[in-house]
């Protein structure tokens, strides 16, 4: 019974070493994001978060040479105009290749609701806004890219870049 109890004992120590040594390590490496704002008068624009994906479910509309749908990206914007006037918004946006001297317009839109977002935030107004696309270009995953949008917010510029993000798979 005690040599049962001991080859147990080890197993359990096994499956420890083998399960929680690699999440403990993860969890060390893992860093939080810097937050990436634009400040434009009374307006603060905040980049939350950018995921970006190819991918190859058993269907797929327009698919690459590859089988994998076109590029897809989502992003989540907070707009703070907390303290401002009513202001009228539009964006463009583009994507950089790292590594390379690629840049790929893409055309991004409101993914919050059926119904587009006008782009006018109102007197005092606090609100998030994912913008996304469906009909990136088919690079590679793995690669690395930077989302770059381009406000213009009544007349006048706010450019933010999201740090290189990794293109992802899903299946």
């Known amino acids: 019974m005690l040599k049962i109890f ?21 969890a060390k490496e893992t860093k939080e994001p810097e937050e990436i704002i634009a400040i434009h008068n009374d307006l603060k624009i905040t980049l939350v978060d950018v995921f970006i994906w190819r991918d190859w479910q058993p269907v797929v509309s327009r698919p690459g040479k590859d089988g994998g749908s076109p590029l897809k990206v ?57 913008l996304r696309t469906s009909s ?6 793995g690669d690395e890219l930077t989302l770059v ?11 933010i870049k999201s740090e290189p993000t990794e293109i992802m798979r899903t299946d």
């Not at 949008?149 to 510029?157: C, L, N, Q, S, T």
């Open 6 to 26: 001991k080859i147990i004992q080890v197993i359990i120590l096994c499956i420890i070493n083998i399960v929680a040594i690699p999440v403990l390590a993860t």
């Open 74 to 130: 989502v992003s989540s914007f907070m707009f703070n105009n907390s303290k401002g006037d009513s202001k009228k918004t539009h964006w463009e946006a583009w994507l950089l290749l790292s590594g390379a001297e690629s840049i790929y317009p893409i055309e991004i839109w409101n993914a919050d609701s059926m119904l587009p977002w006008s782009g006018n935030l109102q007197a005092k107004e606090v609100k998030g806004v994912k």
């Open 136 to 141: 990136g270009p088919y690079l590679r995953v």
């Open 149 to 159: 949008v381009r406000f213009i917010v009544d007349g006048e510029e706010i450019v």
